[in-house]
């Protein structure tokens, strides 16, 4: 279809774009490595069908916004159909006689497709212009209280029209050229939308239709060379590394496991990430890989409450970052600001929860909490800076062993009256169970350990405690920021646990649980660890406890702890155990994976919170109220002590509850 002089011309377009796309991916490639570690590229092959499925249908964009991510989902679904039609485009453009498929039934069904997509790409991203520029939607603001690099602001709504309209433009284009090809070569019924608007152009002259054909291939195409060095450096690099970002990702037990320091290697002088190049390299390609949809923002419970933390803004100054100064990373030099310089301020690093909501939200597997907690490492080991409120809980941690400061000798306090065995009088259990800091020293948490002991006591479960051997599992040391405290309390609790080999741990917190669970085994701890209700769960299955039978019609609302459900799935067990209580649950709007956060965890329990517009405890609270049921029911302790905090606070009369406090209630005793 092209003439010769058309054919070298389109040659040496793409070989100058090929120059500028190879340097481009050069630099991000360089940069990217300039982060600490290395990927295993050992963990593609057994992702790759999952994370296919994930591309193809786009699993993790419509778990929100479901009608915005449908026109969204139809513009990639185009443009993954596209990647076939503009190859045929470009093999027809020099093989005139080529037919892409043959001249059978397989021709016909791609051209439909062709024709069909066109016009669905083309209205979808029309949709999409519209929803931001007109319509101005709120989920592309970032409050103006949070810090962004001066460039973002004009830099996403620039991205956004050029990659807009670049598509409008090419699709466009397609669908002249193709229609000015049809009002020359004849209508086709598999081109409905190309062949009506061929019609319009019936009666032109062939020279005039010839010249309309060549345009459209030339506009079609030629707007893809053009387009892409500008597009290395836009937030649509996402289109290749985001299925990337998500088959390399680091293998976590938990989307809350952290990354191991070795503490020991006297070689290392710097401890977490004071800059840029400090991050692991998955925290530097999640910079090139945000989509800037502020999914993570949405969900975080520190922006949601008014602070001045947004993981979105967060990894968009950093692609911003990258984009100004990734060719002196790529070759060597250092960065020239801090990451609490540009990316994120001080105050808003100490606002994460480490709920883990925007890195279960996040469609492309990004994690801006693993930065955020390497910032923090940083300000704590390397310059002694964090808030003064966690000196306390870093001191109880040191000296009793608990942020509490509750000496030893009275850990087992809880259990006066109970005869509670310790694993010196009953060194070969069935469970050992982990009763925990909050549960063995907070008056209101103690409730719920003395209900679990009464449980497994009815139960007749053979368990232990380690009593005043047992220390703090160092999660607040280790979310806040010090590893080092974290390594020293680990360390102490695997030795004792490796010596005494327990077939099974149950922990009453869910800290607990994640930690022993999941972070030990990086430090030779391997145990097999229950929370209580999945116990209770299988308690029940076993038939070794029984409901008392009063026909008592019961109805709460469930809070799901972050580090029990998002961070580690377990979703169901405490349901299952309320419904075997006779006990029916309203869902609280925000649940499961979506559950929205206490306000406790990542030290939040023993500093003061940030400012905002409210506590997030009050928040969670007022949702609760909402539903009208008169009791809330939790799953840790840490969520019992902030949601009462509530209370107190607002007056509310919401009784809030355990699940084990009322299987203790309701089950058959002796």
Known sequence: MLTSVEKYLF????????????????????????????????????????????????SPVFRTRRIVSTFHGLIAWGFLYYLLVNLADLLWGYIPDFHFLGEGI?????????????????????????????????AFFIRETIPLIPDVKRGIKRDSSIVGFFVLFHVGWRMLGESFHLALEGLDSWQPFASSMASLWVGWSPQILEIGRHAGWWFSLGSIFLFLPYFLYSKHLHLFLAPLNILLQPDRRSIGELRPLD???????????????????NCMMDAYACIMCNRCQDACPAYETGKVLSPAALEINKRYFLNRAGSDLASGKDSDQSLIEFALSSEAVWACTTCGACVEICPVGNEPMQDIVEIRRHLVLMENSFPEQLQSAYRGMERAANPWNIPPGERMGWAQ?????????????????????????DPRAQKTARAFARVLQVAKVDFAVLGEGERCTGDSARRSGNEYLFYELAMANIEVLNQISPPRIVTT????????????????GEFEVLHHTQYLEELFLQGRIKVRDDNISRMVTFHDSCYLGRHNGVMDAPRNTLNQLGIT??????????????????????????????????????????????????????????????????????????????????????
């Open 11 to 58: 040659l040496i377009l793409a070989l100058i774009v090929l120059v500028f796309v190879i340097r481009a991916i050069h630099r991000i490639i360089q940069t990217i490595g300039r982060g600490q570690g290395k990927p295993d590229w050992r963990n593609i092959p057994k992702k790759v069908p999952k994370v296919f499925i994930k591309i193809i249908i786009l």
């Open 106 to 138: 397989g021709s016909n069904v791609y051209r439909l497709g062709a024709d069909i997509l066109t016009v669905t790409i083309w209205l979808a991203m029309a949709a999409m212009l519209i929803r931001r520029f007109l319509l101005q939607s709120p």
């Open 263 to 281: 503490l020991e290697d006297q070689q290392i002088e710097q401890f977490g990430a004071e800059r840029l190049e400090h991050l692991p390299w």
């Open 417 to 441: 009256g109970l005869q509670i065995p310790t694993i010196k009088e009953n060194p070969d259990p069935e469970i050992l169970w982990w009763v925990g800091c909050a549960p063995a020293t």
């Open 509 to 524: 917190c869910p800290h607990c649980y994640h930690t022993i669970k999941n972070e030990y085994p990086a430090y030779g």
């Open 585 to 670: 649950v309203k869902e609280l709007d925000r649940n499961r994976l979506n559950s929205f956060c206490c306000g406790a965890g990542g030290g939040q329990m023993w500093k003061e919170e940030e400012s905002g517009d409210e506590r997030v405890s009050a928040n969670r609270l007022a949702e609760a109220e909402m539903t009208g049921i008169e009791e809330l029911v939790v799953s840790c302790p840490f969520c019992m002590i902030m949601l009462n905090d509530a209370i107190t606070t607002s007056r509310s009369k919401l009784l809030i509850q355990d699940v084990v406090e009322i299987a203790a209630e309701r089950i058959l005793g002796e």
